[in-house]
C-alpha cells in the first residue's frame, strides 16, 4: 500500500496540482492519498481473489485510484 501511496503523491502532485492544492488546503492531502491506496489495494485484492490476472488487475486500480486522469477535474 506504500507503494501506491507513493506513486499517487508524485502522479498527483505533477498532473493534478490544483487538486493537491485544495486537499492541502483542507488539511485532507494526505488522508486522501491513505484512502485512495486503501480502496486500490482492497479493490486488487478482491480482482485477483476472483480470478483476475494480477498486472490487468493492477492496472485496473491504479487507473481508477492513483494515476487519476487529469481532464476528470477540468
Keep these: ?3 501506491f501511496e507513493k506513486m499517487a503523491k508524485k502522479h498527483w ?3 493534478l496540482p490544483d487538486h493537491v ?3 492541502k488546503k483542507k488539511g485532507k492531502y494526505e488522508e ?3 484512502e485512495a491506496a486503501q480502496q486500490a489495494s ?3 485484492a ?3 481473489k ?3 490476472q494480477i498486472e490487468a488487475a493492477k492496472e485496473l486500480v491504479l487507473k481508477e485510484y492513483i494515476l487519476i486522469d ?3 477535474f477540468e
Design 32 to 34: 486522501v492519498i491513505k
Design 21 to 23: 492544492a485544495y486537499l
Design 46 to 48: 478482491i480482482l485477483v
Design 1 to 3: 500500500m506504500i507503494a
Design 70 to 72: 487529469p481532464e476528470i
Design 13 to 15: 502532485e505533477k498532473y
Design 42 to 44: 482492497e479493490e486488487l
Design 50 to 52: 476472483d480470478g483476475a
